[in-house]
């Protein structure tokens, strides 16, 4: 193996251990979909191939939902992890300025952001696992994690959420489609993450016209 595809290979086996017991839509086989799809992706796209691939693998390595709100301890542990491996110092940087901009709640903050091609990659690739058929099962899994009811005809959708509130909701399920998941097809940096986006998108809402329809008995 090439030092890149070593280095690779030693991420994927950090990633899979770390995450062995995490929730199941933040788990192994979402970085590795994720991964996957950050590939596809960067095939069209003028990108360091290594740090996409890092980046990809280590985007949800401690995902601040599960540590209490902390937002540093993923990146630490992406540093940590990466400098160990004598990995060199601006692609570890680059990782970890991606772990640090890749997630929605960023959407919230307002100022400049750090931006790059690889990021606009990844940020793609995390956010197609967000909608179509996985999506929906990611959705109502994470929902089902934090105890939340499926849907509440009295609970509309809050379109104006600040970032704490969006952190903090614990709205149905349903409304987290109207707060997030429809709202990330617009959001894509890439053709080929719009392109596939688009299909997905198409079919989140094929799902919600007839999850409104066995919900009102009319199928």
């Known amino acids: 193996m ?27 086989f979402h970085t590795l979909r994720v ?6 992706i960067a095939k ?17 390595i401690a995902d601040s939902k599960f540590h209490d ?16 491996h004598n990995v060199d110092s601006l692609v570890i940087e680059h990782v970890v ?11 919230f903050e307002k100022g400049e952001k750090f931006t790059s091609p690889e990021l606009d990659v990844i940020q793609d690739a995390d956010r197609l696992d967000a909608i ?23 609970i509309k959708p809050n379109m104006k959420m600040s970032k704490e509130e969006y952190k903090k909701s614990s709205a149905p399920t349903i ?3 109207y707060e997030k998941l429809l709202l990330l097809s617009d959001t894509m940096n890439t053709k080929t993450g ?19 329809a066995e919900w009102d008995g009319l199928k």
């Not at 300025?97 to 959407?107: A, E, G, L, P």
């Open 175 to 177: 409304n987290h489609f």
């Open 194 to 212: 719009k392109r596939i986006a688009k299909q997905r998108h198409q079919f989140m809402e094929q799902y919600l016209d007839q999850f409104y």
């Open 2 to 28: 090439t030092p890149n595809e070593t280095i690779i290979e030693a991420t994927k086996d950090y990633v899979r251990t770390t995450l062995k017991d995490a929730e199941g839509g933040h788990d192994w």
């Open 132 to 154: 179509g058929a996985i999506g929906i099962a990611r959705c109502f899994n994470y929902g089902g994690f934090k105890n939340r009811k499926l849907f509440d005809p009295s």
């Open 44 to 60: 069209s796209e003028q990108v360091d191939s290594l740090v996409v691939a890092l980046g990809a693998l280590l985007h949800d």
């Open 69 to 84: 709100g902390d937002a540093t301890i993923g990146p630490k542990m992406a540093r940590e992890f990466l400098f160990k």
């Open 35 to 40: 991964f996957n799809n950050a590939l596809l």
């Open 97 to 107: 300025d991606i772990i640090n901009n890749i997630s929605f709640n960023k959407s």
